[in-house]
């Protein structure tokens, strides 16, 4: 089963843009170090909340790239730029679901 995270997030004043930006380029730099997926939500009606779902194969593989060079790095590069402290949570994915949609030629 794999370990599935949820990172809340909340961006300081003016800095929500580079926030996402930032989020959603260490994200990707997850897929590299062993992440599964990444979804990367920021609110409609709160511009500055943002939630970020990794999900890794275990929690080893998760805690490698939470404690890792490439997030201290991320830290260090966006210190300022979102409210601390940040408490993530593990959560189980117990159903999920797609509708795929039929495109015309």
């Known amino acids: 089963m794999s370990y599935i995270v949820t990172v809340p997030w909340y961006a300081t ?5 580079d926030m996402e930006y930032a989020l959603e380029k260490i994200s990707n730099v997850a ?9 990367l ?14 999900e890794f194969p275990n929690k080893l593989e ?4 939470w404690y890792g060079e490439d997030f201290q790095d991320f830290r ?17 994915r117990t159903a ?3 509708l795929e ?3 015309s030629a």
């Open 31 to 39: 897929l590299k170090r062993g992440a599964l997926r990444f979804d």
């Open 76 to 92: 260090a590069s966006t210190a300022g730029w979102y409210t601390v402290p940040v408490l993530y949570s593990p959560t189980e």
């Open 41 to 54: 939500y920021r609110s409609k009606e709160d511009r500055y909340k943002f939630t970020q779902i990794l």
């Open 101 to 103: 949609l039929e495109t």
């Open 13 to 17: 004043a003016l800095r929500a843009d």
């Open 96 to 98: 999920s679901g797609r």
């Open 62 to 65: 998760w805690e490698r790239f």
